[in-house]
């Protein structure tokens, strides 16, 4: 993203480091004080009738009401969301991270106003951390109940399929928010979208010319830009292009998160 790039670059200084930590200690803040009754949680959460006639602080206070669970399953939310966003944080920096949970926010209050009497909260706001992770670690196993060990890329695909149907069945605040939520991911990651399908077609013709009896390149369709590894010399290695570097290079797996990007001026 050349723009994101440029944005780095003159702002980068205003990323907030360990912002996902800062956003699970304040649910954990505002849980200890609705458990106590010092709180009331719906006093806190996003209406935009409301916040536009002086509840001001509902702009903010949304992201740190906790989920409405169980205390088992808010941990879990919380650790999940603390291991994903920080990984983020690591792989994109701290003003990256900072931008798509900002570009995240200001999507679902802006869309918000088009139903200005609903309350809103931030679950896809924290899915589209889950997506983001997902995608760019998809064989990352997670254990179900602490037992059942499954890949994340199949629990992300479970999530785009309840996305999908909670927008075709839900509410107009509902479906807003999932608009919201996949937009920010689309954001991030339509440009990475475009090379991989790019990837897949160019595949896609090598077999075709292949079952045509067409002789086969001697040139790779792909080489690690770090290591020198090729489609040719590892066939079955899993070539991926980095979302944050500014050229088409690839990598291979596994120097995808552990390379020096790529930054044209």
């Not at 723009?3 to 699970?24: A, H, I, M, T």
């Not at 969301?81 to 990984?87: D, Q, V």
């Not at 927008?167 to 928010?177: C, S, V």
């Not at 897949?200 to 790779?220: N, T, V």
């Amino acid at each position: 993203m050349p723009l994101l790039d440029k944005l780095e670059r003159r702002l980068g200084r205003f990323g907030v480091p360990r912002l996902s930590l800062y956003l699970v200690a304040g649910q954990v803040i505002v849980y200890i004080l609705e458990f106590f009754d010092r709180l009331n949680p719906a006093l806190l959460g996003f209406v935009p009738v409301l916040a536009l006639h002086g509840q001001y602080w509902r702009f903010v206070t949304f992201l740190f009401v906790p989920p409405p669970v169980s205390w088992v399953f808010i941990a879990f939310a919380w650790w999940m969301f603390y291991l994903m966003g920080n990984a983020l944080e690591e792989y994109w920096g701290a003003f990256r991270f900072t931008v798509f949970l900002l570009s995240g926010y200001l999507l679902t209050v802006g869309l918000a106003f088009l139903v200005p009497g609903a309350l809103v909260d931030n679950l896809f706001l924290a899915g589209s951390v889950f997506l983001a992770f997902a995608y760019l670690n998809p064989e990352f196993e997670l254990a179900i109940f602490f037992v059942l060990p499954v890949k994340i890329r199949w629990l992300a695909l479970f999530a785009w399929a309840t996305y999908f149907v909670s927008f075709l069945m839900g509410g107009w605040a509902a479906r807003l928010q999932i608009v919201a939520a996949v937009g920010n991911f689309f954001l991030f990651f339509s440009r990475h979208l475009w090379l991989r399908a790019g990837q897949h077609r160019r595949q896609m013709e090598l077999s075709a010319r292949k079952c045509g009896g067409e002789p086969e390149e001697d040139q790779p369709r792909h080489r690690c830009r770090t290591c020198g590894k090729t489609s040719l010399t590892h066939p079955r290695e899993d070539f991926r292009y980095c979302s944050k570097c500014s050229d088409d290079s690839c990598y291979c797996s596994e120097h995808i998160f552990n390379h020096e990007h790529v930054v044209k001026g």
